[in-house]
């Protein structure tokens, strides 16, 4: 049974950083991938970055282009989401997601089958 486990979350001025991590155990297959969701109340659950742990290609919805970085440097790594230059617009509740898959990894929820609980990000202007 895959397990994930976020943490990292954090209240920040608008212009701060933040990252994120997630610590995933379980998973057996070599190729998969894994994401970064945010969800704000009363918004449907948005893709936000993900990577493949076989190939390392990433995929970023376009908010998160140039500002968040997704990494995992390998099967024992924790899955990571480094965010600069947060906007007021990034307060959300951040979840991490996986998948097993040999591809690109899509930015749809429905793609991925396992998530962890979530950690809060709070941006102030």
């Known amino acids: 049974q895959v397990q994930l486990v976020e943490s990292g979350g954090d209240s920040v001025q608008a212009g701060g950083s933040v990252r994120l991590s997630c610590v995933a155990s379980g998973y057996r297959y070599s190729s998969n991938c894994f994401a970064w969701f945010r969800q704000a109340p009363g918004k449907e659950r948005e893709g936000v970055a993900s990577?493949?742990?076989?190939?390392?290609?990433?995929n970023y919805a376009f908010s998160a282009r140039g500002r968040f970085t997704i990494s995992k440097e390998n099967a024992k790594t924790p899955l990571y989401l480094r965010m600069n230059n947060l906007k007021p617009d990034d307060t959300s509740l951040y979840y991490c997601?996986?998948?097993?898959?040999?591809?690109?990894?899509?930015?749809?929820?429905?793609?991925?089958?396992?998530w962890g609980q979530g950690t809060q990000v709070t941006v102030s202007s």
């Open positions: 990577i493949n742990s076989k190939y390392y290609n990433t």
């Open positions: 997601a996986h998948s097993p898959y040999d591809g690109i990894c899509p930015l749809a929820a429905t793609h991925y089958a396992d």
